[in-house]
């Protein structure tokens, strides 16, 4: 009895640990300097000051595509760290080992097919804007 209250609360621990690390990277970023919050600064209005007025539709789409993937392959990387951890408190049991397993293998699948879109779309993208410019 004692030991599976001492797994909740390790699972517990480690979902306010990663959700605390989600929000503690931009913070971070910030903190650095290399994060833009696009705020009014000095005689700025309009799109200017949110930073919309001079990005070309391809770096927009572009940009727009990579932090989709990022946040996804993020996402990848916290299931294959929660297959882990479910291998490491297993103690034993074949079902959470499998269990385990399955994350980390769906984990590893997620990234190949991630990085799998990053190149198509950079493919695509560089295809339509040689398309466009010849």
Known sequence: MEKGREVTNMKKTLIVFM?????????????????????????????????????????????IIKVILSFLGILAVVVILWGGFIWMTAM????????????????????????????IAAFVINSANNAVTA
């Open 19 to 63: 959700l605390l690390s989600l929000v503690a990277l931009p913070l971070v970023a910030g903190a650095q300097g290399d994060l833009d919050l696009g705020l009014v600064s000095g005689d700025e209005s309009g799109a200017d000051a949110i930073g919309l007025g001079d990005a070309n539709l391809k770096d927009t789409i572009n940009s």
């Open 92 to 119: 034993g049991d074949e079902a959470k080992v499998d269990k385990a397993k399955t994350l980390i293998i769906a984990g590893i699948v997620g990234i190949v097919i991630i990085l799998s879109a990053y190149a």
